[in-house]
């Protein structure tokens, strides 16, 4: 079923033009503030504007945060307190990301609908269970939970039943058993899946067991279509020629550094080269025994679609996050300490009872990893087999690293794009250019 009309019941109150009347500006200080609960100063924008109801003056409140471990959002929400119209909606204030990302998430309990998500207008929502779809752009974007956004679906489904069952029964009754099934979905008698599909990237759901793998989470970040180029209003641009980089690239650069030693003057050397190598035959996973602190100096080599695990904290870190790294073992973990510690859903009034212990303890345990106070595994899984691990002991084997080259599955295949890439026979059929 496509929900092409499921609007918010408030959306009739969009604010319009402000009116000069009442504006109160927020607080003094940078203009996108973390989200704190704590943080007195961070009150939101008050404008006088026109409610679209009853034509009469409500108030819109705008509330520009920063949320840490997402990005920059403007929050706004419209009143009227003459006729009760009320609408809130978010929207991102970051840039498009490089790549869309798709969240499929599978409830199982009543838990699952308290998870935080965040809906841009740019995302499609689907219950595929239900053959149900919300389609991009039909709703303004919104924070919320994911029984807030069946509620939300629900409420625009029945917003026209009034005039349907005037003029065609048939199809209100049929709406308002699907709109039985939504409500039936809040009870959870049964699992069902959620996804929502995000080209702009600008889109999240929470995962409450951070900094641990979430089982009923998977996030799978792609590349945008043309279609979907064209939908967010972005073009191709057509390559420029840089001379001044092709130049750089047969230069070897050099600045003045201290040594890491002796701390004695030093020059260092650096030469500007270009990624993009191939994806290698086979997958590589790479186990390290961490054992002393000498092994977080190790270098390290971390592509975009490497995994990290570390199983002794039961933390895995997926692909495309943190993104690609040339950076020490000690370096990495540092990054993972302050990607985990930063999540707003595990802080102030959003988190649970006992996550912040949880993420105290999981902070306190790495720091130990890091001080060489606690053993611990270090895997990469990379399987475009593009990441690297120093070996301390070459030529000869590191008797604490292990380096296993596997064959990779369908799915891994699929996420890396080589089931559709064909790269033998492909001139066959191709039409003569001219």
């Not at 997402?70 to 991102?92: A, K, L, P």
Request: aromatic share 6%; hydrophobic share 35%; with cysteine.
């Amino acid at each position: 079923m496509l929900a092409e009309g499921a609007l918010e019941p408030g959306t009739p109150a969009a604010p319009a033009a402000p009116s000069p009347a009442r504006v109160r500006a927020p607080a003094s200080g940078n203009l996108f503030r973390p989200i704190s609960a704590e943080d007195e100063e961070q009150q939101p924008t008050e404008i006088e504007s026109l409610c679209m109801n009853c034509y009469r003056n409500g108030v819109t409140r705008l509330l520009l945060t920063k949320i840490p471990f997402f990005r920059e959002i403007i929050v706004s929400s419209f009143s009227c307190e003459h006729c009760g119209w009320n609408n809130t909606e978010i929207q991102s204030a970051g840039r498009i990301q490089d790549q869309g990302v798709r969240y499929t998430l599978t409830v199982r309990a009543q838990e699952d609908m308290n998870r935080e998500v965040v809906k841009t207008e740019s995302a499609t929502t689907r219950i595929p269970e239900l053959d149900f779809e919300i389609p991009a752009f039909s709703q303004k974007g919104a924070l919320t939970t994911v029984e807030g956004l069946i509620n939300r679906a629900i409420s625009g489904l029945e917003q026209d039943q009034p005039m349907r069952r005037a003029s065609e029964e048939t199809i209100a009754e049929r709406i308002d058993e699907f709109i039985v099934k939504l409500q039936e979905l809040k009870q959870v008698a049964s699992p069902f899946t959620l996804i929502i599909d995000d080209p702009s990237g600008n889109s999240f759901v929470e995962n409450p067991f951070a900094p641990q793998k979430d089982e009923a989470l998977v996030i799978t970040h792609y590349n945008r279509t043309s279609k979907q180029e064209e939908m967010l209003g972005l073009q191709a641009e057509a390559p420029e020629e840089k001379p001044e980089e092709d130049d750089l690239r047969n230069e070897v650069l050099q600045f003045n550094t201290n040594c890491p030693e002796c701390n004695a003057p030093a020059q260092t050397n650096m030469k500007l080269v270009k990624s993009g190598g191939a994806v290698e035959p086979l997958g590589t996973r790479i186990t390290l025994h961490i054992t002393d602190p000498s092994d977080m100096t190790r270098d390290l080599l971390k592509s975009e679609t490497c995994s990290v695990e570390i199983p002794e904290l039961e933390f895995e870190l997926g692909m495309a996050v943190l993104g690609g790294k040339f950076t020490t073992l000690e370096g990495l973990l540092k990054d993972i300490r302050e990607l985990v510690t930063k999540n707003p859903f595990t802080l102030g009034d959003s988190s649970s009872p006992g996550q912040a212990e949880k993420l105290q303890e999981f902070s306190q345990k790495l720091d130990q990893i890091i001080e060489g106070s606690m053993k611990a595994h270090f895997i990469m899984d990379d399987p475009a087999g593009n990441s690297y691990l120093q070996n301390v002991y070459a030529p000869e084997d590191d008797p604490e690293m292990k380096v296993e080259c596997y064959t990779r599955t369908f799915d891994q295949n699929e996420e890396l794009g080589l089931n559709d890439m064909k790269t033998e026979g492909y001139e066959t059929g191709l039409a003569p250019q001219r």
